[in-house]
């Protein structure tokens, strides 16, 4: 098993640009996650996805953000026009079951740096 | 007042002792609890999951609820260096069925 891929890896932008985070879930695994980690505010959840639909996105901090699913091996969270305050580590995860919460596997992570 | 409150450490011990990571929630309805550890610059892993009140152990780690007093905690016995990391206690919130995260504690096991 690949488990979850994230790409890029690490992203260094600029004030304003667009950025597009991109996961690969494990096949199979119905639930999908976005997670952003800062050391303020810990390990947050963004918004997650049950069979590529939304079902929660009430961790979206703004219209600035959004996230798609549009097949079940494919997501993105997109960032625009990013902000300083938006460097974090963004972790994509994924789970095969509903009781999500013990299964979930996380993938290693995109570093973004907003100058 | 944060949802779920952890001492962000550093907490060090030495090799061999037991180590004590404590929790604390705000939400009286939450029903699950997590532990995870996440290395320096890794993603985190799920240890340990504790849904009634008492003691649940797995190998070196005890995992402790206390539903009245709001309050989870992490024993690791025989502490290793290898267990150096930052520990994360996760709770999933009454009525939701989200994980809300604490900051981590940081343990540093010193040989």
């Known amino acids: 098993d690949a488990g979850v891929i994230q790409s890029p890896r690490h992203e260094v932008t600029e004030m304003g640009q667009e950025v597009t985070l991109r996961c690969k879930p494990i096949?199979?695994?119905?639930?999908l996650f976005w997670y952003r980690q800062t050391m303020m505010r810990g390990l947050e959840l963004l918004i997650y996805f049950n069979n590529n639909v939304p079902i929660d996105d009430s961790g979206m901090p703004e219209d600035r953000f959004s996230a798609k699913m549009p097949n079940a091996s494919f997501s993105t969270l997109k960032i625009q026009p990013s902000e300083p305050r938006d460097s974090a580590v963004y972790f994509c995860?994924?789970?095969?079951?509903?009781?999500?919460?013990?299964?979930?596997?996380f993938g290693p992570g995109t570093r973004l740096l907003v100058l | 007042q944060k949802e779920v409150e952890q001492n962000s450490g550093p907490l060090s011990v030495p090799e061999g002792a037991i180590a004590s990571l404590n929790c604390t929630y705000s939400?009286?309805?939450?029903?699950?609890f997590f532990w995870y550890r996440q290395y320096s610059g890794k993603s985190p892993e799920l240890i340990m999951s504790i849904y009634s009140n008492g003691d649940k152990e797995d190998g070196r780690f005890t995992a402790q609820l206390n539903k009245a007093s709001q309050y989870v905690s992490l024993l690791i016995r025989d502490s290793q260096p290898s267990d150096s990391a930052t520990y994360l206690c996760a709770v999933i919130r009454g009525g939701f069925q989200k994980l809300v995260f604490g900051t981590g504690t940081r343990l540093l096991v010193s040989p």
């Open positions: 096949s199979g695994h119905d639930y």
């Open positions: 939400d009286r309805g939450s029903q699950s």
């Open positions: 995860a994924s789970s095969p079951d509903p009781k999500y919460q013990e299964t979930q596997y």
